[in-house]
């Protein structure tokens, strides 16, 4: 697993430290991954810069997108039971 962020590297790093995160936090200071998957919000953060729409892929062996999780709004997260569910299911049909 792995997350990406727009913060500044040395920043994911302190939140992985802080929180102790099992995975790490890749940097996307430029958005660019961000963009690619559709998920810049223009003038979206309360300071009227641009931000992230929160969102969870689950990406296959050979790269095909198996589950995605787009949120309506910043607040919305998934519970993550939710996301072990999907899981459990996708492992579960897997040949």
């Avoid at 920043?11 to 430290?17: G, Y």
């Amino acid at each position: 697993m792995i997350a990406v962020s727009v913060d500044a590297p040395s920043e994911s790093r302190d939140v992985v430290e802080r929180l102790d995160l099992p995975f790490d936090i890749l940097s996307d200071v430029d958005a660019a991954v961000v963009r690619q998957f559709g998920l810049l919000h223009a003038g979206g953060n309360p300071h009227g810069g641009d931000t992230t729409v929160p969102a969870m892929f689950l990406i296959g062996r050979e790269g095909e997108v198996l589950w995605r999780r787009i949120a309506q709004r910043i607040q919305d997260r998934p519970d993550p039971r939710e996301i072990l569910d999907v899981i459990e299911r996708l492992t579960a049909a897997a040949p």
